[in-house]
């Protein structure tokens, strides 16, 4: 209804009939077609380099045709908003709207591609050629309709922009700053474990339009990281190629993965440390969403002061930092869950329809991330039930939260199901039998769902389904986790809790304090506020418990998405106290300076980044923790040039998979085999696989255990000089 009454408000004040303008936006979608094709038609017939890249020329023509009609629409269907814009002060390219309009025509581009799907199924029975047209039709029809009435009620609507504010620059600057130390600090890290598989996938997801492995993450953040190494001449090994000689080796499927990624990586005429930041950049841009929609979620919820505070709390978290420049889903997930619930509030507060389907959309894409943000539909409804339920108009109140709820959660799970029908475009009503991806027990328990592979349109489903079986039977057994030099075989509850007290700069950690005060006091004292403290803790509180209550130990990076919660939490006490206590800005400016220069100064291996504490307590960092917290494979490049540096001329190395991958960073490294060696007198070993094979049976590390180390290397490998060792 909000769509239709905005249609007859314009129609009837500016004196121009709606079917005027749609007529216009169709001629100017026939002109962009015109574009797009003839864009797409030269970049492979003229140019070699696309001519096997069909997937990046389409993407160059549609970005083409998007601009395209970006400026015709705004130069003639919608000139008369664009005019009162400007005279409000808005820019002809105003970012919002350039931001609103490539959203619109994202979607419309899901949505014919869909409506196609489907129409092709349900015309089948029709010659070909018909179904094909019909099928066009229909699917240009859909998408033209949508594009023409969201253009028109949302991203032309008058008075909707404003100009950047001083503000918003600082929030820029601040965010640039810290993509520019992402992105240098990205080239001194060597590729880490989970990045394997997933550069591999993301690449393979490209050229076949199938999702064949790698199936317990979802799609999109693999699939974007890819898309910079398409201008790369990358040979990548056939996937039937791998799995034949897994089978040879009589290795777990899972280990496909990363042998794939091997041979994409390194096996080719190309660095292989291009290849890896290469894909490594999409996912710092992600990162520098996240931080925007940080400061405007806390901007949005307790003004300027704070939106700035949890800006520069997040943008300059170590943790962010060392994740968010790498080809993992966590920072990805963390956009997601945000970007939710910001569109989340803004309904919350006005209840405007549009910030309702916007909540959706991105509800389906945190979960394109990570499975884990399906924990977003619990707690969408819970913030929903808390803001709308009345136990006094109890029916009534009933029927607002599911009126609410249900529109999210179905735009939600369509987004997320188009998302698949649109990245595997070839996996659509073409089921294979002899394509089985039910291959070992990587995926076991697959055959449960099956069936859907022989529905039209099922194997996307399937492929999202299997997902989620996938890393259930993946997390079900847990794993063996390290904390304060001891291994467990399931987990502790603490393991998050100290991650955060000693992973996170100690600004951060007092606000914490701090906002746990504010809350409190806040939830006692103050009514009209209590709801945006409930709101916030809702997220943070049910993520962080369900990552202590799992048996998934591995490192600080699987609560990120819970600590922007936290930190607008701090802004929001910052700034509320700001004017209250005269020496909190004093204090709030020495916490800033304290919390910036810590972290530039620990530059650039932040994943093994500590905050001094556990110095404190009397433990090295390898003491506390290894893995994703430590070392994750990314100190190979610290490591080859302290060999160089002294001019060893053999070192056995043994950080992770085994003996592989060393060698391309570092050649004078040897296979540990059995370890000790009369003719090698130096030794490089990872703290993980050192710590975790600690009191096992065959210790192939026993040798080391009363030896100490001359350096320790990144924080994460320890190197040994042993003479004489005959």
């Not at 899972?254 to 950049?281: C, M, N, P, T, Y």
């Not at 130096?682 to 192939?700: E, I, N, R, S």
Request: hydrophobic share 50%.
């Amino acid at each position: 209804m909000e769509v239709f009454n905005r249609l007859s408000r314009w129609n009837s004040s500016s004196g121009k009939s709606v079917s005027k303008k749609f007529l216009r936006f169709s001629l100017v979608g026939i002109s962009n077609t015109a574009v797009d094709w003839l864009i797409f038609f030269i970049l492979i017939n003229v140019f070699p380099f696309f001519g096997a890249r069909e997937v990046l020329a389409k993407a160059f023509s549609f970005l083409f045709a998007v601009v395209n009609s970006f400026v015709f629409n705004s130069l003639w269907t919608f000139r008369d908003e664009v005019a009162k814009g400007q005279e409000d002060g808005v820019g002809f390219f105003a970012y919002s709207r350039v931001g609103k309009f490539f959203i619109t025509a994202l979607v419309g581009l899901g949505i014919n591609s869909l409506v196609f799907s489907f129409a092709r199924v349900v015309s089948s029975p029709l010659p070909n050629l018909h179904s094909q047209l019909l099928s066009l039709a229909l699917a240009t029809g859909a998408s033209l309709i949508w594009n023409f009435v969201v253009n028109l009620a949302w991203t032309y609507q008058i008075g909707e922009s404003k100009k950047p504010d001083k503000i918003n620059k600082v929030a820029a600057g601040i965010i640039f700053l810290s993509l520019f130390i992402a992105s240098f600090s990205a080239l001194n890290d060597s590729v880490t474990s989970d990045e394997v598989p997933h550069i591999a996938a993301g690449y393979s997801y490209i050229g076949l339009g199938k999702m064949l492995f790698n199936l317990e993450h979802p799609p999109l953040g693999k699939y974007i990281s890819a898309l910079p190494l398409t201008a790369l001449s990358l040979d990548s090994p056939a996937l039937e190629d791998t799995a034949k000689v897994m089978e040879e080796e009589d290795g777990p499927f899972w280990l496909l993965q990363w042998k794939q990624g091997f041979g994409l990586i390194f096996d080719q005429g190309v660095s292989h440390e291009l290849v890896v930041f290469l894909a490594r950049l999409p996912m710092i841009l992600v990162f520098g969403l996240a931080s925007w929609f940080v400061y405007l979620l806390g901007r949005g919820m307790f003004g300027s002061r704070a939106g700035l505070a949890s800006l520069l709390l997040f943008s300059f978290s170590p943790s962010f930092l060392a994740h968010g420049r790498l080809v993992t889903t966590d920072v990805g997930v963390t956009f997601g869950f945000v970007a939710t619930l910001y569109f989340l509030y803004r309904y919350i507060k006005e209840e405007r329809k549009t910030d309702l389907l916007l909540t959706g959309i991105f509800l389906g894409l945190a979960n394109l991330f990570k499975f884990s943000a399906l924990i977003l539909y619990p707690v969408l409804g819970l913030i929903l039930f808390l803001k709308f339920f009345d136990l006094t108009r109890f029916w009534d109140s009933v029927v607002k939260v599911v009126k609410s709820c249900l529109p999210v959660f179905f735009v939600g799970l369509f987004t997320t199901l188009l998302g698949y029908y649109l990245l595997f475009p070839n996996d659509v009503c073409c089921p294979n039998p002899g394509e089985d991806i039910f291959v070992g027990d990587y995926h076991s328990g697959l055959e449960k769902i099956a069936f859907l592979d022989d529905l039209p349109g099922g194997r996307p489903i399937l492929n999202y389904f299997g997902g989620i079986n996938s890393v259930i039977n993946r997390v079900r057994p847990g794993n063996a986790p390290f904390i304060f030099g001891e291994v467990s075989e399931s987990s502790w509850w603490y393991f998050f809790p100290v991650s955060f007290a000693l992973k996170e700069p100690i600004p951060t950690v007092l606000g914490f304090f701090v906002a746990l005060w504010f809350s409190a006091w806040v939830l006692l004292r103050s009514p009209n506020s209590r709801f945006k403290i409930l709101f916030l803790a809702v997220p943070f509180v049910v993520y962080f418990l369900s990552a202590v209550s799992s048996r998934f130990n591995l490192g600080i990076r699987h609560v990120l998405p819970a600590l922007p919660f936290l930190y607008v939490l701090i802004g929001a006490s910052v700034s509320n106290l700001w004017d209250k206590v005269s020496w909190v800005p004093k204090a709030a400016g020495f916490a800033a300076v304290w919390l910036v220069l810590g972290t530039v100064l620990s530059f650039p291996n932040y994943i093994a980044y500590f905050n001094g504490v556990q110095r404190v307590l009397g433990w090295d960092k390898h003491e506390v923790f290894v893995d994703s917290n430590l070392q994750w494979g990314q100190n190979l490049m610290r490591l080859e040039r302290f060999v160089k540096e002294q001019n060893i001329e053999k070192i056995k190395v043994d950080v992770w998979f085994g003996g592989f991958i060393n060698s391309f960073y570092v050649p004078q490294a040897l296979d540990w085999d059995k370890g000790l060696d009369s003719e090698v007198e130096w030794y490089a070993v990872g703290v993980t696989p050192f710590q975790l094979a600690k009191g096992a049976k065959d210790d192939p590390y026993e040798f080391l255990r009363d030896e100490e180390p001359i350096k320790i290397v990144g924080g994460g490998i320890l190197v040994y000089h042993i003479q004489n060792n005959e």
